[in-house]
């Protein structure tokens, strides 16, 4: 049995909640302990090593001291690996943008070669942004999803992922049929889903490029697999929504398309949501369906601004997702600044607790999967990173001003990007560590010392 034992500060959201500033976990000494891959027990460090019942994890585990913060691994609910060559491509909005930059940059992905090597690279980027899930678009290529789960399994890291379903409005060479769409996503839910920590999503691009036959096909699949993901694109755009009335003029709105199609459940995850309508966010909520908060990708392409209030009153799930290559940067760090510049636009805020919990416990609630990700609680799978506070010289200015951990935090998910990163952990394993040097400074104490309840 191999036993880790972790000390460190520790933060982590225990439970689903709709007041993540009241629903904390925050031990400044504290103690994780894993065992063969799971989280065994957490706590402060003093009432363990004091405990004469751990001894025997003490002598047979070997004890790690992290000067960082421990929090739970990031999960990015709405990403897509392809596109991580096209990222930062200059001026266009979503439809130009998809023409321009994305179809081209996918099709290259038939050359199976060139997906392994992209696919390999692409978790190593996530791993170095903190994320150790992900839901992920790869392309309509069957070989782009055999190449991301192969890279995927060699860390024992869980990920979702799942072939793009697009049978028109696209290049001929990178167009499926109903048929083969149907029976080339069936042969890889068999294969992946739910072996080892693969998950599959069964990946319709969004309604324009879906036929109504191919839409019928992706119900048929969903209904035969009901524990396989959903995911897809909504409302993420005016001119999107005005092509899809075209198309689909008898579906009152553009969700009804998918509601029509048996698309709408729990563990479907809807990219985007910014311009939906009442009776949308309504119908979410009653099927138990997520939206994956894209707030990068929408301020650099000029989407809009998601109503986040909107659908929290409704207990809609929702994440924060960098959808790359739309979406600037794979840190969950950076999309959670933008999210907080979203929502000031518009008037509201967003409390750094609830930032954070949106990209660890809110993320895996969204995906049915708090019992397993997004937290530090005993029986979850060991997926956690540490976070360097004094990363760089502006951040560690700025921290060691604050007095309070949600000053820590806000000023942390602020400044915060991927250098922040110290070590990266999956299923209890390191799978990356940062240098120890970086700009000539050397990482030193992350946390200040402060109280359990400091807010």
């Known amino acids: 049995m191999a036993i880790q034992i972790h000390r460190g500060s520790l933060l982590h959201f225990p439970q689903t909640t709709l007041s993540p500033e009241n629903n904390y976990q925050y031990f400044n000494d504290g103690v994780l302990v894993v065992e063969d891959g799971l989280i065994s027990h957490i706590g402060e460090a003093q009432a363990f090593f004091a ?29 897509h690996f392809p596109q991580v ?9 979503l439809l130009d943008w998809l023409n321009t930059y994305t179809f081209p940059a996918e ?16 978790i190593d ?14 392309t309509v290529h069957p070989q782009s999803v055999n190449a991301f789960f192969q890279a995927a399994e060699q860390s024992n890291a869980r990920m979702i992922c799942g072939k793009i ?27 992946w889903h739910n072996q080892g920590r693969a998950l599959y999503a069964i990946t319709p691009r969004f309604a324009p490029t879906s036929s109504p036959q191919q839409l019928a096909l992706a119900g048929q699949l969903a209904n035969e697999h009901p524990d396989a993901f959903i995911q897809t694109h909504i409302s993420e755009n005016p001119n999107e929504i005005a092509w899809v009335k075209e198309l689909f003029p008898q579906s009152r709105d553009y969700l009804a398309v998918y509601e029509q199609y048996d698309l709408v459940r729990d563990r479907a995850l809807f990219g985007h949501g910014i311009h939906l309508n009442s009776r949308e966010f309504d119908a979410l909520s009653a099927h138990g369906a997520a939206i994956a908060f894209c707030p990068s990708s929408n301020l650099f392409l000029g989407s809009g601004l998601f109503p986040y209030h909107r659908a929290k009153d409704r207990h809609i799930p929702v994440s924060i997702a960098s959808d ?34 949106l990209c660890t416990q809110g993320a895996a609630a969204s995906m049915g999967l708090q019992d397993k990700i997004g937290n530090l609680n005993p029986g979850s799978e060991a997926d956690f990173i540490e976070i360097d506070l004094t990363a760089f010289p502006i951040l560690q200015q700025r921290i060691l001003r604050c007095n309070q951990l949600s000053e820590q935090l806000f000023a942390l998910i602020t400044l915060g990007d991927e250098r922040a990163i110290e070590r990266t952990y999956v299923h209890g394993n390191l799978v990356y560590q940062k240098e120890m040097t970086l700009c000539g400074h050397n ?10 309840g400091s807010m």
Request: aromatic content about 10%.
């Open 107 to 122: 099709a290259q992905f038939a050359q199976q070669e060139y997906a392994n090597v992209q696919a390999r690279y692409f």
């Open 51 to 79: 405990d004469e019942h751990h001894q025997t994890l003490l002598q047979q585990g070997k004890v790690t001291i992290h000067s960082g913060l421990l929090l739970p691994g990031f999960i990015d609910s709405h990403v």
């Open 324 to 357: 790359v290559g739309g979406g600037t940067s794979l840190s969950l760090f950076k999309n959670q600044a933008d999210a907080y510049k979203v929502l000031q636009l518009q008037g509201e805020s967003l409390n750094p607790f609830e930032s954070l919990y």
């Open 443 to 452: 990482s030193t104490n992350g946390l200040r010392s402060l109280s359990n």
């Open 85 to 93: 060559e096209v990222i930062a491509s200059y001026g266009t909005q």
């Open 125 to 138: 980027q996530l791993f170095a942004h903190g994320t150790t899930t992900a839901s992920v678009y790869a």
């Open 165 to 191: 379903m697009m049978d028109r409005h696209c290049p001929d060479n990178l167009q499926d049929t109903p048929e083969s769409g149907y029976r080339d996503s069936k042969t890889l839910i068999e294969r």
